[in-house]
């Protein structure tokens, strides 16, 4: 079993950046891929990026490609994803989560542990 917390979310203007820190305990996690979702006022959660569990294998949304970098320590249990020139687009509920599978990850559904959000709001 895998427990995440998320943290570093804030209130930031347009162009500034913001990493996001997900912490696991559970001894497993580096066994799984990782993978962070989005949840905006009255939108579906989101697909953001994906990371395999050997970090050779990624995926980025369109909207965020070129922008944000996802990450992975699994010696300190750690997942990040580095957020640079932030949009007020970018406003949302950020998650963090874990999947069994090593590619085509890009379905929330796939997903069986998840963290409790951090929240990014960004002002224009």
């Known amino acids: 079993q895998v427990q995440l917390v998320e943290s570093g979310g804030g209130l930031v203007q347009a162009g500034v950046s913001l990493r996001l820190s997900c912490a696991a305990t559970?001894?497993?996690?580096?066994?799984?891929?990782v993978g962070w979702f989005r949840q905006a006022p009255g939108k579906e959660r989101e697909f953001v990026a994906a990371?395999?569990?050997?970090?050779?294998?990624?995926s980025y949304a369109d909207s965020v490609k070129g922008r944000f970098t996802i990450s992975r320590d699994n010696a300190k249990n750690t997942a990040y994803l580095q957020m640079n020139s932030l949009k007020p687009e970018d406003t949302a509920v950020y998650y963090c989560?874990?999947?069994?599978?090593?590619?085509?990850?890009?379905?929330?559904?796939?997903?069986?542990?998840w963290g409790q959000g951090t929240q990014v709001t960004v002002s224009s």
């Open positions: 559970g001894r497993t996690f580096s066994t799984y891929s």
């Open positions: 990371l395999s569990w050997s970090g050779g294998i990624t």
């Open positions: 989560a874990t999947t069994t599978r090593t590619w085509d990850f890009r379905n929330r559904a796939d997903y069986a542990y």
